[in-house]
Structures are given as structure tokens and as C-alpha cells.
T-cell receptor, first 110, second 113 residues
């Protein structure tokens, strides 16, 4: 059964880097890995996505394992506004059915 | 400003009633999705539609129905057959399948009176 596995919670100090891991061992060769984050009572916000190569954008970096069975979201300098639940997901069923796990709750300490 | 609009933000249902949640997007996206989120849980897919007049069941479709008569609209009906409808409902859209990010609305919180 397709699913993702993430730590339930992580903690970071402000202005330090954060590495959020995700396992997705059932991903197919053509499915992109996506990361989203969610604040309470809001819809998830897109963070980053990639297929095979590492990806960078203004919000974060995404490191994808060579076998694509895991990935890591990297926040280079955590801020208080980065405190949220982070979800990794991928498209199942030929990319038409996204699988979301319970996510990782990130706390950022001042 | 482009985006997804869900309405209402809060909705109350009496036992035995059907209620419809609205989702409209002006992003010209082909694909639209409905998710359910329970407290402290992740998102579970209810229905998705890749194109107008076509939609597919997700993991928890029982007790729900949808329509996709227009590209920009994907309403979700929570029927009386859904015995535990209290949840946070999220609508999303994307320009295509796996290789495109999803854009989410701000959600509708449904409660039973």
C-alpha cells in the first residue's frame, strides 16, 4: 500500500538548519515528490517538489536519495514562521492520487 | 488575484441532512481534489477530477458525492450516509498530475448539530 513515513515531531532552534526526513519506498519511477506545510486551520502551502535531482527554491532545498525511496527537506535557517506541520507526498495511481501521511510537526525555539 | 475559494468557512449540519461545500478556482487548472482532515491527522483523499465531467473515487469516497460540470468548480456533497462528517475539508487544484504542485483553499470546517 502506498504511503509515506515521517517523524511525528521535530524541534529546532531559530536560525539553525533543519533536515526533515521522509521515506516513500513505494514511489514509482515517474512520480514527483512534493512537500507542503500547514498552519493550524489553514490549507497546506506548497514548499517544493522534485523527481530525481536535488532542488532549490527560495523557501527550501530538497535532497532526493539516489534510489528515490527517501528524501529530505532542508530549511537552511529556521525562523519562527517556519513552525508548522510538514507533509511529504507523491502521486500514486499514475500520479492521480496523492498520498499524504500524518506529517512532521516542526517546533522552532527562539 | 488567482487562487482557490472555498465556502463557507464554517458549516453546521443537522442529522439526516445533505450539505454541499463549494470550491471554485480561477487558476485554469484541469485537476481538482477534495481531502478530509481529522484533528491531528493527515489529509485523506475523497474524490479527484482530472478533467471536466470526469471524476474518480479516492480512499474515503463513501458518503460523499461530487460533480465537475465546469472547469473552475468542483462542489462536494456530504450526504446523510456519511455517519461521521465532522472534519476539516480541503479543496485543491493543479495543472496536471504528479509533476505539478497542488494549490489548496483555506478549508471548510463542518460540524454536526
Amino acid at each position: 500500500d502506498a504511503k509515506t513515513t515521517q517523524p511525528n515531531s521535530m524541534e529546532s532552534n531559530e536560525e539553525e538548519p533543519v533536515h526533515l526526513p521522509c521515506n516513500h519506498s513505494t514511489i514509482s519511477g515517474t512520480d514527483y515528490i512534493h512537500w507542503y506545510r500547514q498552519l493550524p486551520s489553514q490549507g497546506p502551502e506548497y514548499v517544493i517538489h522534485g523527481l530525481t535531482s536535488n532542488v532549490n527554491n527560495r523557501m527550501a532545498s530538497l535532497a532526493i536519495a539516489e534510489d528515490r525511496k527517501s528524501s529530505t527537506l532542508i530549511l537552511h535557517r529556521a525562523t519562527l514562521r517556519d513552525a508548522a506541520v510538514y507533509y511529504c507526498t507523491f502521486g500514486d495511481n499514475y500520479g492521480q492520487n496523492f498520498v499524504f501521511g500524518p506529517g512532521t510537526r516542526l517546533s522552532v525555539l527562539p | 488575484d488567482g487562487g482557490i475559494t472555498q465556502s463557507p468557512k464554517y458549516l453546521f449540519r443537522k442529522e439526516g441532512q445533505n450539505v454541499t461545500l463549494s470550491c471554485e478556482q480561477n487558476l485554469n487548472h484541469d485537476a481538482m481534489y477534495w481531502y478530509r482532515q481529522d484533528p491531528g491527522q493527515g489529509l485523506r483523499l475523497i474524490y479527484y477530477s482530472q478533467i471536466v465531467n470526469d471524476f474518480q473515487k479516492g480512499d474515503i469516497a463513501e458518503g460523499y458525492s461530487v460533480s465537475r460540470e465546469k472547469k473552475e468548480s468542483f462542489p462536494l456533497t456530504v450526504t446523510s450516509a456519511q455517519k461521521n462528517p465532522t472534519a476539516f475539508y480541503l479543496c485543491a487544484s493543479s495543472s496536471g498530475p504528479s509533476n505539478q504542485p497542488q494549490h489548496f483553499g483555506d478549508g471548510t470546517r463542518l460540524s454536526i448539530l
